[in-house]
């Protein structure tokens, strides 16, 4: 199945999340942020229109991003289980 994303909206893979930071120490799940996850952009929206001008989604299909654990729509493509989420809830793209 394919989907075209409309609007502002970003369809993203969760990405497990790290055990073990970049310096070896082994993070505990009790320490992960519960109000956040990592996943991947496979897919982007042309953008909201305001004012008559679209304003562009500020991330690429690739990018790893952070974004809040709310105001997700939950989808199921080709058996794989992906979050269709407003590009408002995006926190940050990890370089």
Same mark, same amino acid.
């Given at each position: 199945?394919? !989907?075209?994303?409309?609007?502002?909206? %970003?369809?993203?893979?969760? $990405?497990? /999340?790290? &055990?073990?930071?970049? =310096?070896?120490?082994?993070?505990?799940?009790?320490?992960?942020?519960?109000?956040?996850?990592?996943?991947?952009? !496979?897919?982007?929206?042309?953008?909201? %229109?305001?004012?008559?001008? $679209?304003? /562009?989604? &500020?991330?690429?299909? =690739?990018?790893?991003?952070?974004?809040?654990?709310?105001?997700?729509?939950?989808?199921?493509?080709?058996?794989?289980?992906?979050?269709?989420?407003?590009?408002?809830?995006?926190?940050? $793209?990890?370089?």
């Amino acid at each position: 199945m394919k !989907l075209h994303i409309l609007s502002d909206y %970003v369809l993203v893979r969760v $990405v497990e /999340q790290e &055990k073990i930071s970049s =310096g070896g120490i082994h993070i505990p799940d009790t320490a992960a942020n519960e109000n956040c996850i990592r996943g991947e952009v !496979l897919g982007v929206g042309p953008g909201r %229109v305001v004012d008559g001008k $679209v304003l /562009q989604v &500020k991330v690429n299909i =690739g990018d790893r991003v952070i974004f809040m654990k709310m105001g997700f729509t939950t989808v199921s493509v080709d058996g794989e289980i992906l979050l269709i989420i407003p590009a408002s809830s995006i926190l940050a $793209v990890v370089v």
